[in-house]
């Protein structure tokens, strides 16, 4: 199993302004992966977090809206660039692990863009 | 990718009543998992079915996979308000193990 931790757990930002949300999972994870969830929403992957490469995106994000940094195999960083209210939503990384190839979540990040 | 359609999207019992959320697709998968999501938590993974048939039980919680692999159920037998949430089936694709969430079920129970 792994346990995960993120920060902040919210915050509320400025339109145009930019947040980096920080995930340190407690034990080493070759995959990690970064969803967002609105209220009452299902989850959908923004990309995976790839250890020493570029992050794999899904469609509908891009590179210079939401960089991914994973500089080792226990962290990772989700920067939201340039915000809009429609950002407004929660971010939660995971990490694969477990015989089952299971993800464990972290506990979230509730972003609120005015 | 592969898709997977969950039904229903809401369901309300009574405690001590049953519950079953199906999750189900037009393609074969290779695996599925189910997820519980408790209100203001974060999802948390409950099982992974890859056998046709396949039928794993814990304690009040059965997980079935169809003998086609393209539907798959979670079946809660005498709810408690304990499991107030929202359940998800999802699929594992790819190399990288990334996870294609269903809707999701949210489960209410009155006490």
């Known amino acids: 199993s792994a346990v995960i931790s993120q920060k902040p757990s919210r915050d509320i930002c400025q339109r145009g302004t930019s947040l980096t949300i920080q995930c340190q999972v407690d034990?080493?994870?070759?995959?990690m992966f970064w969803y967002r969830q609105q209220p009452g929403q299902s989850l959908t992957l923004i990309a995976t977090?790839?250890?020493?490469?570029?992050?794999?995106?899904e469609s509908g994000f891009v590179i210079d809206k939401f960089p991914i940094s994973r500089p080792n195999l226990t962290f990772s960083t989700l920067t939201v660039s340039n915000m809009s209210p429609e950002d407004s939503s929660i971010y939660l990384c995971?990490?694969?692990?477990?015989?089952?190839?299971?993800?464990?979540f972290g506990p979230g990040t509730r972003l609120t863009v005015l | 990718g592969q898709q997977v359609m969950q039904i229903p999207q809401y369901q309300h019992v009574q405690e001590g009543e049953d519950f079953t959320t199906y999750c189900n697709s037009s393609?074969?998968?290779?695996?599925i998992q189910w997820y519980k999501q408790r209100p203001g938590g974060h999802p948390v993974f409950l099982i992974q079915?890859?056998?046709?048939?396949e039928v794993k039980k814990q304690k009040r919680l059965t997980f079935q996979f169809g003998e086609a692999k393209k539907n798959s159920s979670l079946h809660i037998t005498a709810t408690q308000t304990t499991d107030v949430g929202t359940y998800f089936c999802?699929?594992?694709?790819?190399?990288?193990?990334?996870?294609?969430f269903g809707k999701g079920t949210l489960l209410t129970v009155n006490p």
């Open positions: 995971s990490a694969k692990s477990g015989e089952n190839n299971e993800q464990f």
């Open positions: 034990s080493q994870v070759t995959m």
């Open positions: 977090a790839n250890q020493g490469s570029e992050a794999t995106y």
């Open positions: 393609t074969t998968l290779s695996n």
């Open positions: 079915l890859v056998k046709s048939g």
């Open positions: 999802a699929l594992r694709e790819g190399s990288n193990y990334k996870l294609t």
